[in-house]
């Protein structure tokens, strides 16, 4: 089957022409089911104007971040005190949340993005950080409508948590609705746009690799679970951590790799 | 620039600045149509409190000041989609007639929509507020949610993980399953398994004039778990883990605070229940449509 381009005034795709031929600039031709009901022929499709793509427009994939030391504390967890006025019930360490900016997108709205570390995405709460006696830094990042934001989470046990540098990346997306300002197909000297700008050549997508590529792997499954009181958190770099006595058998998720041409 | 577009030989390619911007070979990742989204605004996502037992500390100095600490503790706990009741016991008196552990407790998948036939890729957002606070661990706190609260987020994977103060843990998950979307909860509690009291103490008889802990409740009526169960065959195993301070006597001369006695400390249960409240949207899609 042949590969095809189709594009009027509703819709641009680019699709495997699907069984049955007929008039190729008939979109009511067998052949071109797939531009009319691009979800059915989802398996034949390249590009369709209908659909929507992760369309990047900010990143930058070395973000250095200095995380700050957490200090160890006793709190006196019972509080009747004994004769020398202390509790026989002390809890050792504390949980300190600190927000970091990690990169400017002033798109206005709370935009979809990636978040990264060692070429990988990261989950919610991913342990970055993970030392003996319960001491841990998880960290997850949040969208506003002006930045792309880091949550740090650390904890100390009986001693403190040490500081740690680390680096990351964040990678945002724009909504992706048609722009009527923009024509169907656009192939004008410099410029490549189709579908209303579903695709412009200048903010590419996020999509399958090939030679020469800069790759980004993103989780195809679970990558944290619990058992025992304990978690077990898949790191974006392969292996993983358990924190808490965890002992459940979490396999761990496949992952996929994806590229962008910028 | 665009440096070139190639429209032949059955593939389409678009090259900028000398990459791929696009290639129908290499094909982007695709999310469907809008009116393709599950949307749910509002849904709650409850972690119910886990099953508590009682130990009790009661100490004295001379011949007459007392003090005693009630506290809620925690044993070994498994809840999550498809666990079955279960009830652990433990006899050590008969090893042969226990039940092992951990007690168990379906956590049901909530149902967050479908989606087409063929979807094998969610993109999950989410914004969330913990709107049902936990009372105090430990007396210090509740358990720190891990994640920002009332801005959204997304996990690659689907996992969140949510709140852990040791013993306890929970985590969420939004996943795919067929072409239906489920949200599940699960929450654990560390397995002691020890008959030492809390710290690592022995068990003490408090019901006479010894100071020290007992982790089966030390007085008649008090072996009943907060969710009714009866912990008196569990005792003294998987109950080392103090969990929520239920009251507390200072040392005084004010009577008798044996957990028989005339002044002794007691009072409810303390309830770790732990309610979200999130926007979600869940846009399907697929990696790599026409491959």
């Given amino acids: 089957m042949s590969v095809r381009f189709y594009a009027d005034e509703y819709r641009c795709a680019i699709y495997e022409e699907a069984p049955g031929g007929g008039d190729p600039i008939d979109p009511n031709a067998l052949m071109n089911r797939p531009v009319l009901d691009p979800l059915t022929w989802i398996a034949n499709i390249k590009f369709h104007s209908d659909l929507n793509y992760y369309e990047i427009v900010a990143q930058n994939l070395s973000i250095a971040v200095s995380h700050l030391a957490v200090p160890t504390i006793d709190r006196n967890a019972g509080g009747s005190g004994g004769e020398a006025g202390n509790s026989i019930v002390t809890l050792k360490g504390q949980g300190i949340v600190r927000t970091i900016p990690l990169i400017d997108h002033n798109l206005g709205y709370p935009p979809k993005f990636f978040f990264l570390n060692n070429n990988r995405l990261l989950p919610q709460g991913m342990p970055v950080q993970v030392t003996s006696g319960d001491r841990n830094r998880f960290v997850s990042a949040y969208a506003t409508n002006t ?39 656009d192939l004008s000297p410099g410029e490549a746009v189709f579908g209303q700008r579903k695709f412009k050549a200048s903010e590419p997508h996020l999509r399958a690799t090939g030679l020469g590529d800069t790759l980004w792997a993103i989780a195809r499954g679970r990558t944290a679970g619990i058992r025992n009181g304990g978690f077990r958190a898949y790191f974006p770099g392969g292996g993983y951590a358990d924190f808490g006595p965890y002992n459940g058998s979490l396999p761990a998720p496949s992952y996929i790799n994806l590229a962008a041409g910028i | 620039m665009v440096d070139a577009i190639y429209i032949d030989n059955n593939r389409v390619q678009v090259v900028k600045n000398s990459d791929i911007a696009l290639d129908s070979e290499r094909p982007s990742v695709v999310l469907y149509p809008d009116d393709a989204r599950i949307v749910r605004n509002g849904q709650q996502i409850v972690f119910p409190s886990p099953i508590q037992r009682r130990a009790y500390y009661r100490d004295q100095s001379g011949t007459s000041l007392t003090r005693c600490e009630l506290w809620s503790t925690f044993f070994w706990q498994e809840w999550g989609p498809g666990e079955s009741y279960h009830n652990e016991n433990y006899f050590p008196g008969n090893p042969g007639a226990s039940t092992p552990g951990p007690t168990t407790r379906n956590l049901p998948s909530i149902t967050l929509g479908s989606v087409p036939a063929g979807t094998d890729y969610i993109d999950v957002r989410i ?3 913990r709107t049902g606070m936990p009372d105090d661990m430990f007396n210090s706190e509740p358990p720190i949610c891990m994640f920002p609260q009332g801005v959204w987020i997304t996990s690659p994977g689907g996992s969140f993980p949510t709140e852990y103060f040791f013993p306890l843990a929970r985590l969420f998950e939004i996943v795919l399953s067929g072409t239906t979307v489920l949200l599940n909860r699960y929450q654990s509690v560390a397995n002691g398994n020890s008959p030492l009291a809390p710290g690592g103490y022995s068990q003490a008889d408090i019901n006479i004039n010894q100071s020290g802990w007992r982790s089966d409740g030390g007085a008649a009526g008090t072996n009943i778990n907060s969710d009714g169960t009866s912990s008196a065959s569990l005792f003294p195993y998987s109950n080392v883990y103090l969990a929520g301070l239920i009251d507390l006597k200072p040392y005084d001369t004010d009577g008798n605070k044996r957990p028989n006695g005339g002044n002794p400390c007691s009072g409810g249960w303390p309830d770790f229940t732990s309610t979200y409240t999130a926007d979600i949207i869940v846009t399907p899609g697929r990696y790599f449509p026409g491959t």
């Fill in chain 2, 127 to 129: 914004k969330l507020s």
């Fill in chain 1, 147 to 185: 930045q792309i934001v880091m949550f740090d989470l650390g904890w100390s046990g009986t001693a403190d948590l040490a500081a740690y540098n680390a680096t990351y990346g964040v990678i945002v997306f724009r909504d992706p609705a048609k722009d009527p300002a923009y024509p169907m197909l």
